[in-house]
């Protein structure tokens, strides 16, 4: 469960703790967090065991992803690679068009100057300036 804490992440949280709870609510405070949770992995281990008891298949927790579901209970393997091969090959058209850009390039070439303007009459405008 604190497979993402460290040491020094659990004390910040018991002093924490502390303060906000005091010394004589905080055991208290953490058998109700601690009641909690288990409350909430056997509503999700009893949620499961019906979705697949009603589906007739072995549904785990991460399943609950639409996405994990869907791919693993729903799409066989052929129709998985069927949806991906038209994907692959534009994804694969759209990484040759880039490597064929050099945006470097073009970031980093030097901005020309502006040509100069010269006194000419004024040309005929060929848009309306009342529509923009």
Known sequence: M????GWMEIITLLLLGL???GPDRLPKAIADGVKFLQNLRRMARNATSDLSKDLGTNIQIED???RTFLRKHVLSEEDEAAIRRPLEGLLSDVKDTARDLDVR?????PVAAAPAVEDKPAAKRTFDLDAT
Request: hydrophobic residues 55%; aromatic residues 20%.
């Open 105 to 109: 390039k073009d970031i980093t070439a």
């Open 2 to 5: 604190f497979e993402n804490l």
């Open 64 to 66: 609950l992803n639409p």
């Open 19 to 21: 303060f906000i709870f």
